[in-house]
């Protein structure tokens, strides 16, 4: 069965210090993307960035970056120099690009990221 | 362009009510899903529609339905509502389904049946 674990149900990190989410993957699929999505407080769900699984770079967007290892079944999320503004929920998705539910998303059940001033 | 929107916001229910939230997208996209997030879970996928007229079920769909009679409005139906259909539900569409890199989320509708 295909699924998403995120071991980190909370973490701290300091201002101005990067931080690490881990996300492992199961799947049999060779083809497959990678998400991360952000939801803060507010509540809604914040596109971050995205992996293919015949990426053979990394993925980056601005301060993310995701660290993808596919013989490992990893992508962890990487944020650099975290500010205040990155205290939220942090999810790891998995979409199957064959069969499934025509590209829909599983998610893990998320990481807590706090930031301390 | 406003993306994708969701009424109502909030709403209260009396058990074995029924309601429905509307889902609606301005970016032409064919697909659209309904996901449901309970506390401490990620989202979990209710039905989905690869375009107008088309529906399917998702990992949790009993005790809802859903139309897409237009292209651009996702409809989720709780005929009879129970205590354990609380939860923040999420609409998404995307252009392409499995090729597309993003799915965008409208804001979440948060419901209570009590």
């Known amino acids: 069965a295909q699924k998403i674990t995120q071991t980190q149900p909370g973490m701290f990190v300091q201002e101005k210090e990067a931080v690490t989410l881990d996300c492992t993957y199961d799947?049999?699929?060779?083809?497959?993307?990678l998400f991360w999505y952000k939801q803060p407080s507010s509540g809604e769900m914040i596109f971050l960035i995205y992996?293919?699984?015949?990426?053979?770079q990394n993925a980056t967007e601005g301060r993310y970056s995701l660290n993808f290892q596919k013989a490992r079944k990893s992508a962890n999320l990487v944020i650099s120099a975290s500010q205040l503004g990155d205290s939220a929920m942090y999810f790891c998705?998995?979409?199957?690009?064959?069969?499934?539910?025509?590209?829909?998303?599983?998610f893990g059940k998320g990481t807590k990221l706090s930031v301390k001033p | 362009n406003a993306g994708v929107t969701q009424t109502p916001k909030f709403r209260v229910l009396k058990t074995g009510q029924s309601m429905t939230l509307l889902c609606a997208q301005d970016?032409?996209?064919?697909?659209m899903y309904w996901y449901r997030q309970d506390p401490g879970m990620g989202l979990r996928l209710i039905h989905y529609s690869v375009g107008e007229g088309t529906t399917a079920k998702g990992e949790v769909p009993d005790g809802y339905n859903v139309s897409r009679l237009k292209k651009q409005n996702f409809l989720l139906g709780l005929e009879s509502a129970a205590p354990s259909q609380t939860s923040v539900y999420f609409c998404?569409?995307?252009?392409?389904?499995?090729?597309?890199?993003?799915?965008?989320f409208g804001p979440g509708t948060r419901l209570t049946v009590t």
């Open positions: 998705a998995m979409r199957l690009n064959y069969g499934g539910s025509q590209g829909n998303l599983i």
């Open positions: 998404a569409s995307s252009y392409e389904g499995v090729y597309s890199y993003e799915q965008y």
């Open positions: 992996q293919g699984s015949y990426d053979e």
């Open positions: 799947t049999s699929d060779q083809s497959y993307g």
């Open positions: 970016m032409n996209h064919e697909y």
